[in-house]
Nanobody, 123 residues
């Protein structure tokens, strides 16, 4: 199984930017489906963005035009560039991986998860 470690979270003012990273180890994830999810206090974990092994991307409506998902296969790393952040983006952000070669958007599609990184956006 793949081990995933997120980093890059923090406190930022509304309108600011953050770049999250997710380093994979244990296996090469160049052919894996990868994604970001988030969970706000008192809410269920929700889909944010996904990228397939051929770099097709898909975004949840609330983040379209503001967030960009990307992958660096030689570094075995997934990224999430977050711009124009809003207080409602405050959550713990998780990366996920699955060996399926597709564009996966459901929690149950993924079998490997990181521990999460906290993102807090102040108004």
């Amino acid at each position: 199984q793949v081990q995933l470690v997120e980093s890059g979270g923090g406190l930022v003012q509304a309108g600011g930017s953050l770049r999250l990273s997710c380093a994979a180890s244990g296996r090469t994830v160049s052919s894996y489906a990868l994604a970001w999810f988030r969970q706000a206090p008192g809410k269920e974990r929700e889909f944010v963005a996904a990228i397939s092994w051929i770099r097709t991307t898909y975004y949840a409506d609330p983040v379209k035009g503001r967030f960009t998902i990307s992958r660096d296969n030689p570094k075995n790393t997934l990224y999430l560039q977050m711009n124009s952040l809003k207080p409602e983006d405050t959550a713990v952000y998780y990366c996920a991986a699955d060996p399926a070669r597709g564009l996966l958007t459901r929690r149950q599609d993924y079998d490997s998860w990181g521990q999460g990184t906290q993102v807090t956006v102040s108004s």
